[in-house]
């Protein structure tokens, strides 16, 4: 058991480094040479871009305004200063929302934590039972404890405190889940309603369309919509793959079992799109070159720049020649023009003979609507007799869709979910072994055991310290690692759509994972690791048991795992070590163009699936230590309060949003801080117990009862804001376009909203902006004050109010005429 | 330990007495004064009337004719004659899936048995376990347990037969299910649209309108749905409600709880509507008399009846004087006519008045569409951005609208849910110890302890014997006859809003019953009562294992229940004796006109609510005896046999339908079956485990997760056909509709479809023929052969193949032509 001075060494620690962390990270951040590291965002966005002509070179490289530096911690309260509406235009909805739920995390745990400290401390300080123990039978006993539920003698009355507080935190937890469940989900229709024209509000994908052995899959489609929806059909889009089916025929049994798609499958798409691909990657190396060189001559526009090139009269792309050493010598820039006009020939050719081939196309196809009313009731009803065939459901973004899984039949998906399901029951339940054994090794005890060489230096006090407040956590942290990529590769087995949902479900396997693994995991191992075995036989009556008793010999590894993984982590995660790195040696040997210096940032995006898991589970440590050990509380609540701000500055400054999803995991979060919610309860009621404070016990009972009833509660009630679309919205929506846009076209719209990205990417770069730029014409583009360097944006408030007030004005205008007015609706319709 | 030999007896009890049964019905049933109690469903169909007219008085009443008592077992064969769809006209899809379960008792078990008995047996028979056991230890053991798997040693490698058998058993049950489903699903399909126009196809029933101040809640939804279904909607039925709002605003504690229109809100009802009941009960007699003088004019035609009247001029309505002493001598037959007609009028006045009461108007209306493809969008999508506003579902079917929860809001829902849940829970555990305790008193020892006087008797062994085969039966059965009706009266409280859902859910709370009390109260108590309370701490591991070691030594038990609940029980049913006394009780008191006879026949119904949950058990009791005991599976097969005849019969001459859910119990069927097969799998897994078969018993693990997998993938598969209607099928079925009958006029069609049985009812019974006769235009009677009186009738093949066959030709045609003319559907959209 650590004692104080353990945590305080521990403490100190991780405050230091955290510390330099933060001090590295305020020298290195005003560097214009990492100007591209620490604010790609705004690089992206197109509101920031190299200052490479201007100044003196020492000015672009260090920063010697002095007076920055004095302000090191200013970027905090900077990050702050961005109102919400705001930052849901700069970085979307789902970051505004993640950063939620640590606000969240602030909002329940500060009136609790200063509940705890006010009632439960005294009640449990101003007791003897730890120091009578410690005379009687020499068991340590630190002054933690002394604070914790542990100093409270058997059969005491004062146990009544415990559960009323337990009542109290529970009725707050769902206090606050409640209300923010309410603002996530209004927040999401507004977000929906509020957003432009964007082709994802037109369109449903549809999968699993039968074959037809005389039509296309593209007939067949048109056929069945123009049959089924015939006035609110559009168009369609069908999604062409790589698929040689004649090869996986060889392979029946994998083929039934719809494995083709990803397994065989895959390794097909590579085969057949490898020219393609090879032919796209050439012309992109060539445009990298031709830019090049259009610099230099830009800069120096007297001598055309002329290099020796080996004219191959078989190929019709023509080689520089090896190190410019012979050949002839040609303009560069006309050679790389022209070389790179043929290279387009040659792809278009590839493209449409890839197109062309029956095979390659999938059964699935992206069916495009004339209203949003029309798309909303397409996703949201059944098309066929068969449920398994014509399935509908709201079409991702363009960029979110997981294109390989489009294909994959009923049955397979059914199959995939039994084989991952199972996967992942024995990777949970094995990967205990190695955590338990290693966590035992880097115990004083176990190293003493194992290296009796080393005794003399870790019987140093100072060292034991460190050992004993540092190596469990860095040996769980180590472990953890390579699991998010695992369960990543299982979820795209397992069949989902869309990259949202892929890390939607493995952020809940990483979830079920920790609370297992890191969470029983350290407490039973810690206390009870010899018992594991007679662990899984005990009875249903005794895991609470066992678990409520070990739970306050764990708090001290928490709070060390707290201090490790949210302080000195959270820390290291602001600096951005490796981008940072990576993105400097890139500079110094790839970078040639500005193009490839965009491409060697590496901005990187918030992570939802390791990092929301990872923020519950101090969720779940702060529940259930509410009760027992309240000392853990102020340790959680400055995880949280530091997490928002490091997490709101990176949104703000670096992490590129890699799709939008409208904030669709916010179930997730609910549910799961419901899950800590009710083992916090049990494991409560399983201390009690063994407390033998019979008389109060069993008022627990009806916590995790009302508990879960919340759950179901709130489920009915927000949570179809995030799988369906109110038909009233959509038809408030079309109502309001067609009203201001008459005469807007929509099928132009949309043709080429949802293409394979091998067809997209690969034709031109430009192509790619193009788009990307069409998707946001409709969504103003927040021109902030940011065009100064050293400091993170202040909000311009009058660009951001013009534009959505506007549209709020021109509803409400809609609205009312529609209420009042009912008879002269028919305008609008 | 029942022997043989008490199997034996209590079989001849249960098989006489069944032979009882069925020869009193043989006898009864052909006598022409029974007709109406055997053969209600015909009367009903207005296929069979009283003939009374006809005949000698004795032939009238007594069968005379003798041959046909010769042939008293003909109803067998005949009541398997009708032919499936055949059935589905006369009865509905309700009760031909209904017997669909006996018939898969059947396909499951048949096969089970036969392979149980080929390799079971003889491998457990060829041991000695049991005699040597009970030459050393004294334990006594039946011959039926040598057939049992306790004959089988310990650590003995022939468990692996047992085991290869558990999983050639699942795949069989598994393989009938899938088969079933997809066949039921099918047919649910097929009826759905083959079926004639109905109202409920086009309407959906609304709830939770939002109150608005400004308009009625008739006005909101019209406006409502013409903003946001403008080319679907047609009209609507607002649902009218005796609740007075001000005296429930007085308790604002429970009106916040939505008890209001449940708990006060009933009493209210009962209070407005109170003149209008009495009112309507009043012209109803005085229509009886009416045509009692009617009648009996007719046939004495000379005498027109006079009656003594005491003229009162206070009073609208005069009263016929005391005994006919005094008054004034009237035509009795024009001074009733005169006064339903005056009466009619005050209904009226007062149903006005009712009506315009802004205060009986419920927040909910029947919005019906111009055509199913509208309504089965609005059913399948979100209307509003509050998803606990305007909730949108398929409307049932007229007859099957439980009027009274319409009205309940989503809070109270949601919170009389968890009382009903928590009250369920109690009940199911407290119930378990009267039965513990009957049946401990209703064992040899109990009595013997309880009453040492009647010893001697007991000892008999005659009567040993009845007691130990016949009375623990008796007591569960007693103890079960009150459950339903509160069960029902739970689901009543908890909001659902047909009659149908209310039975699927009593049912799911009496199949929940069943198993707990009957099924591991009888395993559990008879063997380990006392360890009751110890029992609850058990362990997860330690119950299967209980319970396995306990399922063996229980079978004779099962098996009597199986013969007493089963066989007699089912015999019973067919004899009909508590209507058929009831209907006679009423004949002679109460029946003066043809009306009153109608009304004093008591057809009954199916009764799913405790009909399929005591289905079930038998083959919970099946499947788990399979590997353990295959002795009681002939019992089983016998009774499944036997019920099918039996209930065939009922359906076809006595039951009538009260609504035709359109077999949308099929899910829970299912899904019960699975639960029973789960629970046999972790029995046996238990008894394994005990069995020391170490090496074999993992092995079984598998099985119940490959079985939850499979009824996902079922769920998955075949679900959506009993909750959604596929647009493809509304369309086409929209489309054949507007080919053949393009100026048919829907408005007047829907307009008074769904009506408050309070307004219609009252009005006229007539009315409510009319109704029902309207309802039933487009579905096709079907005349049958049955004019005579005395034989069930024969199927008439050639009425039924006309009209289905007709359409499903029409259907092909416009399938084809939408199909193969793809440019021509314009014609019909």
């Not at 916010?666 to 899950?675: A, F, K, L, Q, Y």
């Not at 100064?788 to 709020?808: G, Q, V």
Request: include cysteine.
């Amino acid at each position: 058991m650590a004692t104080v001075v353990d945590i305080a060494v521990s403490a100190a620690i991780n405050i230091l480094s955290a510390f330099i962390f933060l001090l590295a990270f305020a020298i290195l951040r005003i560097q214009p040479f990492n100007d591209r590291v620490y604010f790609p965002k705004w690089y992206l966005k197109g509101l920031r871009s190299s200052a490479s002509h201007s100044g003196a070179f020492v000015r672009r490289v260090v920063n010697l305004d002095f007076r920055s530096y004095i302000r090191f911690l200013n970027w905090m309260p900077e990050a702050l200063k961005m109102p919400e509406p705001e930052l849901i235009d700069h970085a979307g909805l789902d970051s505004a929302v993640y950063l939620r739920i640590y606000l969240m995390g602030l909002k329940i745990f500060v009136p609790i934590a200063f509940l705890a400290w006010a009632v439960l401390v005294p009640v449990n300080y101003t007791n003897d039972t730890l120091k009578i123990a410690q005379l009687v039978s020499n068991v340590t006993a630190s002054d933690i404890d002394k604070l914790s539920i542990s100093n409270v003698p058997l059969k005491s009355q004062r146990f009544w405190t415990h559960i009323v507080m337990a009542y109290a935190f529970t009725f707050w937890t769902c206090r606050v889940l409640l209300k923010e469940y309410e603002k996530v989900a209004s927040m999401r229709l507004q977000f929906l309603s509020a957003e432009g024209r964007r082709p994802d509000q037109f369109t449903v994908l549809v999968r699993n369309v039968p074959p037809d052995p005389d039509e296309s899959v593209s007939e067949l489609v048109e056929h069945f919509f123009l049959v089924n929806h015939p006035h609110h059909y559009l168009t369609h889009q069908d999604t062409s793959y790589f698929l040689d089916k004649l090869s996986v025929a060889t392979h029946p049994s994998v083929s039934s079992f719809g494995l083709n798609s990803k397994g065989l499958g895959k390794g097909l798409v590579v085969c057949n799109a490898n020219k393609l691909a090879s032919l796209v990657k050439k012309k992109k190396s060539k445009k990298n070159w031709l830019d090049y060189y259009q610099l230099k001559y830009d800069r120096n526009p007297l001598q055309r720049p002329l290099k020796k090139v080996l004219l191959n009269i078989q190929s019709d792309i023509s080689q520089t020649g090896f190190l410019g050493l012979w050949g002839e010598k040609v303009d560069v820039i006309d050679h790389h023009t022209s070389e790179i006009e043929k290279l387009s020939e040659e792809i278009e050719e590839e493209r449409e003979r890839v197109l062309k081939d029956p095979k390659s196309i999938m059964p699935a196809a992206f069916v495009s609507f004339k209203t949003r009313w029309g798309a909303a009731v397409c996703a949201q009803t059944q098309q066929s007799r068969n449920p398994t065939l014509w399935l509908t459901e709201w079409a991702p973004e363009p960029r979110d869709v997981y294109w390989e899984n489009l294909a994959i039949p009923y049955m397979s998906l059914s199959v995939r979910r039994l084989i991952i399901g199972v996967a992942f029951f024995f990777l949970t339940i094995f990967f205990m072994i190695p955590i338990a054994s290693v966590q035992a090794l880097a115990s004083i005890e176990g190293i003493e055991k194992r290296a009796p060489f080393l005794k003399p230096v870790i019987e140093i006090k100072f060292i034991k310290s460190v050992i004993q407040g540092f190596l469990p956590g860095i040996a769980l942290k180590l472990f953890l690692i390579f699991l998010p990529t695992i369960l990543m590769i299982m979820s795209k087995f397992e069949g989902f759509l869309s990259i949202s949902s892929l890390e939607r479900r493995s952020a809940t396997r990483y979830y079920i994972f920790l609370i297992i693994n890191v969470f029983f995991g350290s407490i039973l191992t810690g206390a009870a690791f010899e018992q594991l075995n007679s662990f899984i036989k005990q009875s249903a009556n005794e895991i609470p048991k066992t678990i409520g008793v070990a739970v306050p010999l764990k708090a001290t590894f928490f709070i060390t795992y707290i201090m490790v993984d949210g302080w000195a982590g959270i820390a290291g995660e602001v600096l951005m070590l490796k981008p940072l790195i990576l993105y400097h040696l890139k500079n110094i040997f790839l970078v040639k163009t500005e193009k490839d210096r965009e491409e060697a940032m590496d901005p990187g995006s918030l992570g939802f699936n390791t990092g929301e898991p990872r923020i519950q589970l101090y969720f779940l440590l702060g529940l259930v230590y509410a009760t027992v050990t309240p000392f853990l509380l102020p340790f959680i609540i400055i995880f949280f309060a530091f997490a928002y701000v490091v997490f709101r500055h990176q949104i703000i400054n670096v992490y590129n949003q890699e799709y939008e999803s409208g904030a669709a995991f916010w179930p997730d979060v609910h549910g799961r801080v419901i899950t800590a919610l009710v083992i916090s309860q049990l494991a409560l009621l399983g201390l009690m117990s063994t407390k033998e404070a019979a008389q109060s016990a069993p008022f627990l009972i009806a916590l995790p009862v009302l508990t879960i009833w919340f759950h179901r509660f709130c489920q009915g009630r927000h949570k179809s804001a995030f799988v369906k679309y109110p038909l009233q919205e959509a038809m408030m929506k079309d109502t309001l376009e067609r009203a201001r846009d008459p005469n807007f076209n929509l099928k132009p719209y949309l043709q080429d909203a949802y293409i394979h990205p091998v067809f997209k990417g690969g034709d031109d770069d430009d192509e790619d902006d193009d788009l990307s730029k069409k998707l946001e014409t409709d969504s103003v583009l927040v021109p902030t004050k940011r065009q100064s360097r050293k400091n993170t944006p202040a909000p311009s408030r009058i660009s951001k109010a013009s534009s959505p007030s506007l549209s709020e004005i021109n509803e409400s205008i809609v609205k009312a005429s529609i209420y009042s007015n009912r008879r002269g609706f028919g305008f609008y319709l």
